[in-house]
């Protein structure tokens, strides 16, 4: 078939990329070279829209043994060990086929962690899904967390901790982000650059059929009615197949055999023989006859394109392959030298013994397209004035129960006991916390991890929400004793060529840098979605922060449930009162506009270490940071956690108790202290400038302020337990 | 005290179990489904995980696999064997234990702690244990035990039922079993009660810092009544 211009756009290259290609090559290319570069240039592969920003990322610190640019990123946690950590979206495929896309979407972030040497020790997931009215919403969350479960049981690595948030902006579009992280030794991490000439590249794991041709160039367009038709380009998992394939290449790794290795994800074959040369500087030639095949009849275009799952790309060194065959024979995988690499600085690919395709590796990896779109800045909105007879009808005890049984709040049991959170035996806080935590195997260490996101912030104003979700996810790790490392981010947005929308993921990005920079928890991996748009309706804009912290004693660690009667409870950090974007204003008032609460990055890390400070001198039993619905619903959490309850003591000054009580002010804590150290945790508050107020004393089993309310905690527990799975069985 | 625990491609307990037996002070070995003999122990166990991806059918091709005759002869001569989780479902495709373990009655897969109830004390698992009810820690799609009325006559007969789902009390109500299993059935033993699967991981509860610390009164008892 003669290539064209039409069948350049029928694979999603623009007329101008069509037409430098053709430059570029001083010929036109043939339709495999064609479909190669399409892979190598679309949105997901290239980061076309978005590299240029991404380049303001924070991503240095003395912890950071490898930063973005690899399979994942890498961090120290002392003694020779290393956290490896990354989190991918799989959203596209997941709306389309939820059950396969959100597997095969745990399925890959596991290899992209494994690829490095690392043993995966947890998985977490953050998945957002359209309004619960909405007819597609239950389904699709069945789908995905079954598909979340199917795979991560089946590996056999724990899912610790998540986030699931409903909002009509995710009705056509949902989104599915997958976190993993693993062990490594240090001084033993794998990477994808290759080296040397004549090096055997060898193909190991699944065979390759058919299965999400174009997968990669589906995930860089937006949907309309017909995506339905999508569903060949969605990859099916094996999660058996995996659990042999990760086995088997830990097992090769304790050899010294391994150049480099790199997992075939979007855009299979293509990508990873791509990057491990562009990396390497070198050349590539691949016999496209030797690759194992599922299906018969395959052509190098379907080969180069397929993404067959559980595969991975290695170049070994010379005359190891006798050895390392006979570990993939063992664990009953394919094996096959299929190429080797060259000084020629190009792709090569034979196919019964003739030459396919043949492009200078800088043309789809250096010289692919970078973009400088448009974007619109986007204004802090105005302060809401609320009448003051909005509020006389209300009572704090109702909204507290309305707010508690909110579906973005209520507890996600239903979700995460369909997950084995508990399997390899190190889990010591499960999934409903504030960030789950798993302990080092065989160490006195714990690593803690959580994911975040706050869409609602983001979408009222990008630059704040951006900084907002990396606080969070900080004073989540501090919430459970844990001192925040680094991040990781999944960062999904709609059309990046809507200047809004642009404009969005550019402001995202500058907050998110700015407080990661501030608070020293750079940025070691990640991964952009563009495109989550159906027709004409974008999503939120929602970057995922996936934060991870370290424990030096795992016997320190810290949970939310309130643990003793007469203790006391403390607010830490200043209450205004900031109500405007909150879930409060947002499902009472019914008021959606209004900016989002303030970041002060001083207060923020002031109040967070010196939090860190107390639990070191072992001063605090609990503790929960203030989020999502203000302290009056974090104190229900903590009491319905702990079967306990709190009697409050009126707040002082002028607020108005429902900005008390409900308000979304950053940086606040609710701690958990013995009453007799009450005068030792206020010095060494005061000494740090730190703003504390006193909240209550916590009681037998009911939550009570005044005259105002006195209700029993299993009436709030009914509220905050039930919703869901009413919602699911029903 | 010399253990085994038997690798399948895709079992994913079998590191745990191999901690939990050497912490309570078991020799272990691991070996490999694919060797033909066992090494000389005194107690052989089939670990949790998703042996051959679990497909065709829970534990049925690990059912056949190698090192199975070996194990068959094991019991038969009389050796303890265990199987937990998947374990058990390769015990029952075996034949070693009657019934089977169908999907959960809905249908999803379920982590979480649950009790059990012993209901038997006269064997080597359970003999000086003084509890009644364990808290254990199930993990499993497929635990939903089945068999004939009238194998569950002859198990009942026998005492072969090992364990029941109860309350942490020890009701043995409906509103505690959490998978459909039939009689709240979590675990069964062979006729000769020196063969038992169960359901629930008692691997994953040895620490207080775990789910649960009941796994070790279970260990420690299968360590000083297998010497």
């Not at chain 1, 980061?47 to 490898?66: A, D, E, F, M, P």
């Not at chain 2, 374990?87 to 379920?110: A, D, S």
């Not at chain 2, 702690?113 to 209901?119: E, L």
């Not at chain 2, 002859?154 to 029941?164: D, E, F, S, V, W």
Request: proline share 4%; charged share 25%.
């Amino acid at each position: 078939m003669e290539v064209n211009e039409q069948i350049a756009v029928d694979h999603g290259l623009t007329k101008e990329e069509f037409k430098k290609i053709n430059e570029l090559l001083k010929r036109k290319p043939n339709l495999t070279e064609l479909a190669i570069f399409s892979a190598m240039w679309n949105e997901h592969c290239s980061y076309k829209s978005s590299r240029k920003h991404l380049k303001n990322l924070h991503t240095k610190g003395s912890q950071v043994i490898q930063g973005p640019g690899e399979n994942a990123g890498v961090i120290d946690i002392g003694d020779d060990d290393a956290i490896v950590f990354k989190i991918e979206s799989h959203n596209h495929p997941s709306f389309i086929e939820p059950y396969q896309g959100a597997a095969t979407g745990v399925g890959g972030i596991m290899r992209d962690v494994f690829t490095m040497g690392a043993r995966p020790i947890a998985n977490l997931n953050s998945i957002h899904f359209g309004s619960t009215q909405n007819k597609k919403t239950k389904n699709l969350l069945r789908g995905v967390v079954k598909g979340i479960g199917g795979y991560g049981n089946c590996i056999g690595v724990p899912t610790i901790a998540g986030q699931t948030n409903f909002d009509e902006s995710y009705n056509g579009n949902i989104l599915v982000n997958a976190m993993t992280l693993g062990l490594v030794n240090k001084n033993k991490i794998f990477y994808s650059k290759a080296a040397g000439l004549n090096k055997p590249v060898i193909y190991v794991g699944s065979k390759t059929g058919r299965d999400g041709i174009h997968g990669a160039s589906m995930a860089s367009a937006i949907f309309d009615d017909k995506i339905e038709e999508k569903k060949p380009t969605v990859q099916v998992g094996d999660p058996f197949t995996e659990k042999l394939l990760l086995e088997a290449c830990l097992e090769l790794m304790k050899e010294d055999s391994i150049i480099s290795i790199q997992d075939m994800g979007a855009a299979g074959l293509t990508s990873s023989s791509v990057e491990m040369a562009s990396k390497g500087k070198l050349g590539i030639e691949l016999d496209l006859s030797k690759v194992p095949c599922r299906e018969e009849n395959m052509t190098p275009y379907e080969i180069m394109l397929s993404e067959s799952q559980e595969r991975m790309l290695i170049i070994l060194e010379n005359g190891k392959e006798n050895s390392a065959k006979a570990i993939f024979d063992k664990w009953n995988l394919d094996f096959a030298v299929i190429g080797k690499t060259t000084n020629s600085k190009n792709l090569e690919l034979i196919f019964n013994k003739k030459k396919v395709a043949e492009i200078p590796i800088d043309f789809l990896a250096e010289n692919a397209p970078i973009y400088d779109r448009k974007w619109k800045k986007i204004k802090l909105p105005q302060k809401i004035n609320f009448k003051k007879d909005i509020f006389k009808s209300l009572k704090l005890e109702n909204c507290l129960k309305k707010i508690l049984s909110n579906p973005n709040i209520c507890e996600k049991k239903w979700i995460w006991e369909q997950y084995d959170h508990t399997v390899m035996g190190d889990t010591i806080q499960k999934p409903g916390g504030d960030a789950g935590v798993v302990r080092v195997h065989g160490t006195n260490k714990a690593v803690a991890a959580c994911i975040d996101s706050s869409a609602v912030y983001c979408f009222s104003h990008p630059l704040t929400g951006g900084k907002q979700v990396v606080c969070e996810s900080w004073r989540n790790l501090i919430s459970v004793g844990a001192k925040p490392m680094a991040i990781t981010n999944c960062l999904n947005f709609g059309n990046p060529e809507k200047e809004k929308n642009m404009g969005e993921f550019v402001e995202c990005v500058s907050g998110i840098s700015e407080a990661s920079k501030y608070l020293n928890f750079p940025v070691v991996s990640g991964n952009v979605s563009f495109y989550n748009e159906t027709k004409d309706k974008g999503i939120k804009p929602t970057p995922s922060i996936g934060g991870v912290g370290l424990l030096e004693n795992y016997k320190n660690m810290i949970s939310m449930d309130l643990k003793k009667e007469k203790n006391t409870i403390l607010v830490i950090g200043k209450t205004e009162g900031h109500i405007e974007q909150s879930v409060f204003a947002r499902m009472i008032l019914l008021e959606k506009k209004g900016p989002p609460p303030e970041i002060n990055l001083f207060n923020e890390k002031n109040n967070g270490e010196t939090v860190l400070r107390l639990m070191k001198e072992e001063l605090i039993m609990a503790c929960h940071d203030i989020s999502v619905g203000g302290i009056l619903t974090a104190i229900a959490k903590m009491c319905i956690k702990g079967n306990k309850g709190i009697t409050i003591k009126p707040p002082k000054g002028l607020l108005n108790k429902f900005n008390y009580f409900f308000g979304e002010d950053q940086g606040r804590y609710l701690v958990e202290i013995d009453s007799s150290k009450l005068n030792n945790v206020e010095k060494i508050l005061k000494e740090n400038s730190v703003h504390y107020d006193i909240l209550g004393i916590v009681e037998k089993n009911t939550l009570k302020l005044n005259e105002e309310f006195d209700i029993d905690i299993d009436v709030l527990r009914d509220c905050y337990k039930n919703w869901l799975k009413k919602y699911m069985v029903n | 005290m010399r253990s085994a625990v038997i690798i399948f491609p895709g079992s994913n307990c079998d590191r745990d179990m191999d901690v939990a037996l050497t912490k309570y002070g078991f020799k272990n070995l691991m070996i490999w489904h694919n060797d033909a003999t066992l090494p000389k122990c005194d107690l052989v166990v089939l670990p949790g995980g998703f042996s051959y991806g679990d497909y065709l059918r829970c534990g049925s091709i690990a059912g056949k696999s190698k090192i199975i005759k070996s194990v068959i002869d094991f019991a038969n001569s009389g050796g303890l064997v265990l199987g937990i989780c998947n374990g058990f479902q390769i015990l029952t495709e075996t034949g070693l234990l009657p019934g089977v373990l169908q999907r959960n009655k809905y249908l999803n897969f379920i982590c979480r702690n649950i009790h059990v109830k012993i209901n038997d004390k006269n064997n080597q698992y359970f003999k000086d244990i003084k509890k009644d009810v364990l808290e254990f820690h199930i993990a499993h799609n497929e635990g939903n035990y089945f068999c004939s009325e009238e194998e569950l006559k002859i198990i009942n007969n026998n005492n072969q039922i090992a364990l029941t789902y109860c309350s942490s009390d020890g009701l043995e109500d409906n509103e505690y079993n959490p998978n459909g299993a039939l009689k709240n059935i979590a675990g069964v033993f062979n006729k000769e009660k020196n063969v038992l699967g169960m359901m629930p991981h008692p691997e994953r509860m040895i620490d207080k810092h775990l789910s649960g610390e009941d796994g070790s009164i279970f260990f420690e008892n299968l360590m000083n009544n297998s010497k």
